[in-house]
Structures are given as C-alpha cells and as structure tokens.
C-alpha cells in the first residue's frame, strides 16, 4: 500500500500549551485541512495519541462515541492517517505506528530517506541511459 504524506513548512508559535504543540505537529505532516472545521481529524489524532500511551488499540466506534463524531466522519479521517503512515489498523482497532511522537517522526523520516534513494538511484538510471 502506497503512503501519501505531505510536510508542510509551518511557523512554530511560542506558545507552552500542549495542544497547539499537537496542531503545529499534524499541521506540519499536512493531516489537518481547511475543510475540518470541527477539528475532528485533530481530536482523532490526540484520541490516537493518547491511546497509543497506553499502548491501546481503539475502535472507530469507540473514537467515534467518545469525541460525539459520526462513524463514518471518524472511518474517513482513520483512512487518511493511514494513507500518511501514522496509524495502523489492527485486529483490535487502531493504533499509532508507535506508542512515541518522537518514534512516529523518526520512522516517517527514515521511509521518506527510503523513497529519496530510491529516487535517486532511478533518475541516475535514466540520466545513464540518455547519455
């Protein structure tokens, strides 16, 4: 399955607050759009969060009754976070990749070191090949 992830240069405020710290970070890996004005896909990532903790997989019925969200609105937002590679489902339900933000960021930088080097290994390929 192919992960879609976007990084997106954002202004880091200098704000304390733990929240703000959570938006800087999805909004800077591109998970959270103009059109969720809710923030339901921002208060699935911290539901996530906050699971993977506690090394806990939840279910979308479970994230959905706990944030008063529909399934459906819940179901659409899990699959764009594991189109970008941060959760993953399981038997149980979903988790985070890893139970550590640091961890997560960490394993997204060493897939997209994956995806540049083999980049780079096939425009070296075609700049052989035209001569």
Known sequence: MANKLMIVKVRRSDGENINDELQWLGNSLGLFGLRDRDSSCFRIFITLVRG????????????????????????????????????????????????????????????????????????KEIDERLG
């Open 52 to 123: 993977a903790r506690r090394n806990e997989a939840l279910s979308s019925d479970n994230i959905a009754e706990k944030l008063h969200l529909s399934r459906g609105t819940v179901v659409h937002h899990l699959t764009k976070l594991i189109g970008a590679g941060l959760v993953v489902r399981e038997k149980e339900g979903y988790l985070m990749r890893e139970n550590r933000l640091q961890k997560v960021v960490e394993d997204i930088q060493r897939d997209m070191e994956s995806v540049f080097a083999e980049l780079k290994d096939v425009a």
